[in-house]
């Protein structure tokens, strides 16, 4: 969700580490197959949720965090992350999947108020539910500028489970925390690390690499292949 200077921090699923304490280190893979190693700075008493940060000279992106949107019934949604193995799909495996928000309570256990109708798989909890925020045709009010109809994904909420019937089985409805929610919930800890506020979207690296106004950091950008 953003990083400082050499530090990256990242939310997941507070069950993902299970019964570590803060301030334990723990041990991330990001998505170039490199190992770091991080420190668990948090983990919520009121959401299923962990504030972990780790230290690296390589670039990563951050997700992309609009203060002013959030989550509605109806709106499409992507779930990026990756799956452990299963007896059909015998190892990992980076899954992007598509549905659309189903609703948005007011309150419920664990602080899972997001449902969505994407699919997922075991693995999959602390992965990123994204948006595309638009005027209603995916464009943005910029007057002349070329990337008017340039759109980069918008966290919206992290995924950490399915909906389980009392009885057994699952619905196929999935659950997700809101980031609003996480970033209240996680602000003081938040600030102690410099970080009080988020770019917009104009001023990320992930949108400037994609945009056509800013070609030579495009071509400079580490994800390019040689």
């Known amino acids: 969700i953003a990083n400082k200077n050499d530090f990256y921090y990242l939310l997941t699923s507070g069950h993902i580490v299970g019964g570590l304490s803060e301030g334990i280190s723990v041990d991330i893979q990001t998505i170039d197959k490199q190992f770091h190693s991080g420190i668990l700075l948090k983990k919520s008493n009121n959401f ?48 992007k999947t598509v549905g659309r928000i189903i609703g948005v309570l007011d309150k419920n256990i664990d602080g899972y108020k997001v449902l969505y109708s994407n699919a997922t798989n075991i693995g999959m909890s602390g992965s990123g539910l994204f ?32 909906e389980e019937y009392f009885t057994g089985g699952k619905s196929g409805v999935n659950l997700g925390i809101s980031i609003h929610d ?40 580490p994800y390019n292949s040689p």
């Open 48 to 95: 299923d949720a962990a504030l972990i940060r780790f230290k690296s000279k390589r670039f990563y992106y951050t997700s992309i965090i609009r203060p002013d949107f959030k989550s509605y019934k109806g709106l499409q949604v992507e779930l990026i992350g990756f799956s452990l193995p299963s007896n059909a799909v015998p190892q990992a495996s980076l899954r």
């Open 131 to 162: 948006a595309y925020p638009g005027d209603g045709a995916g464009l943005r009010n910029w007057g002349n500028n070329p990337c008017i109809t340039y759109r980069t994904p918008h966290l919206v909420a992290i995924h950490g489970r399915g």
């Open 182 to 221: 996480l970033i209240s919930e996680f602000k003081l800890i938040l600030s102690k690390e410099n970080i009080d506020s988020f770019p917009k979207e104009e001023e990320t690296r992930i949108w400037k690499d994609g945009c056509s106004i800013y070609p030579s950091v495009r071509e400079n950008s």
